[in-house]
């Protein structure tokens, strides 16, 4: 049995795992290509979602800006270091 859940952005198909198994290619299509998701239940429970494939996203860029942002506050600690105390000094101070 199929039934549609109505959120607050938009309706989801629920199938029960009887029905999955039954239409499993038809299903899968049906996400794959009209991008819908489909909850899987089993004796009224979601135990399962059928999801679009996500493309995966370019991360390159986003590394560069976090180490480009730890080169400014590697340098903007070493711009208010104290003079002839060490990371291990500094460290022990504060634990005290």
Excluded at 4 to 26: I, M
Excluded at 30 to 52: F, N, Y
Excluded at 63 to 77: G, H, K, N, S, T
């Amino acid at each position: 049995m199929v039934t549609k859940e109505v959120t607050g952005r938009t309706a989801l198909r629920s199938v029960g795992v009887r029905e999955l198994k039954e239409h499993t290619s038809q299903l899968l299509r049906e996400v794959g290509e009209r991008g819908e998701e489909i909850q899987v239940t089993s004796r009224g429970r979601i135990v399962a979602r059928l999801l679009p494939p996500v493309e995966p996203r370019d991360l390159q860029g986003d590394f560069d800006v976090v180490w480009a942002d730890m080169d400014r506050l590697a340098e903007e600690i070493g711009r208010r270091w104290p003079a002839g105390v060490s990371g291990v000094e500094a460290l022990g101070e504060d634990r005290r």
